[in-house]
């Protein structure tokens, strides 16, 4: 899978996610551990915040820390 498919396995918007992982990722130190920007990590830390997929299909934005 993709990191935007297990965005939508996981019910987290993928926009969301990335505009929040992406600047962590690039301010982490080369080789550092990134298993918590995962996206079930992810998802687990910032709870019900973190978006998700509406029956509909459409994804939901859930504002950014």
Do not use: F
């Amino acid at each position: 899978y993709t990191m935007v498919e297990n965005c939508r396995l996981h019910g987290i918007d993928p926009l969301a996610y990335l505009t929040d992982v992406m600047p962590r990722l690039v301010d982490r130190e080369e080789g550092a551990d990134v298993s918590d920007l995962l996206p079930r990590q992810w998802k687990a830390a910032h709870g019900a915040g973190g978006g998700g997929c509406t029956r509909s299909g459409a994804y939901t934005q859930a504002p950014l820390d």
